[in-house]
């Protein structure tokens, strides 16, 4: 089976960096993916581990430990738009290819 | 078209009708996923297509849920007999590769489910 978790809610302010964190416990390992959510909207895709280390995409970075079943987003110059739920999913191994989802974590931005 | 289309946005229906949901994949996606997203949580897998074969549905909550893709493309998922603990956003992705090769899965916006 699947465990995955992270924070439920975080706060930060403009222009600072934050740090979301996901653990996981799986049957298997794939890779991990990061989501963004706007409310009301659909996840869409930020980033993609499947090798230790840390991927970095603009003002988005994203680290993964597999041996330690850990990953992190980190957000960078914060902005208002960052506002969202942050969802860390996990795709299990062994023919398995469906995403599993956290429950998400709602990252509110305050001036 | 250019991403997943999902029709309608918004369904209202009375306990005990029956709802059927639309989903319009990128084309060419082999893989189809369908989840269900309660509000403040993250989405929960129902069911996941690989082409036309229906591979995975252990998420369906009961027999009352259906789902199909026909001709490798367009995916229907029905659920019957309505209850209000199916209120929920059901999400549709799809993905460009099928098993073995596990890639982004692209989301389209939802359907907003209200059972009254």
């Known amino acids: 089976g699947q465990n995955i978790d992270q924070p439920t809610e975080m706060t930060a302010t403009e222009g600072a960096i934050v740090q979301i964190n996901c653990t996981y416990q799986t049957s298997g390992f794939n890779g991990l993916f990061w989501y963004q959510q706007h409310a009301g909207e659909a996840p869409t895709f930020l980033s993609y581990n499947v090798l230790d280390g840390l991927e970095e995409k603009g003002r988005f970075s994203s680290f993964l430990s597999r041996s330690k079943g850990y990953s992190y987003l980190l957000l960078k110059e914060l902005q208002m738009k960052d506002s969202a739920s942050y969802l860390c999913a996990v795709g299990p191994a062994g023919g398995s290819y469906i995403p599993t989802f956290g429950r998400g974590t709602s990252l509110i931005v305050h001036p | 078209g250019a991403g997943v289309s999902q029709s309608p946005r918004y369904k209202v229906a009375k306990r005990g009708q029956d709802v059927a949901l639309r989903c319009d994949p990128i084309?060419?996606?082999?893989?189809l996923f369908w989840y269900q997203q309660a509000l403040g949580q993250g989405p929960e897998f129902l069911t996941y297509f690989q082409n036309e074969a229906q591979l995975d549905k252990s998420g369906l909550p009961s027999d009352r849920f259906f789902a199909e893709r026909p001709e490798g493309s367009v995916s229907t998922l029905k659920i019957q007999r309505t209850q209000q603990e199916d209120s929920a956003v059901y999400l549709c992705?799809?993905?460009?590769?099928?098993?073995?090769?596990?890639?982004?899965?692209?989301f389209g916006q939802g359907t907003r489910l209200t059972v009254v």
């Open positions: 992705a799809s993905s460009l590769n099928g098993q073995g090769a596990l890639t982004e899965a692209f």
């Open positions: 084309s060419g996606h082999v893989s």
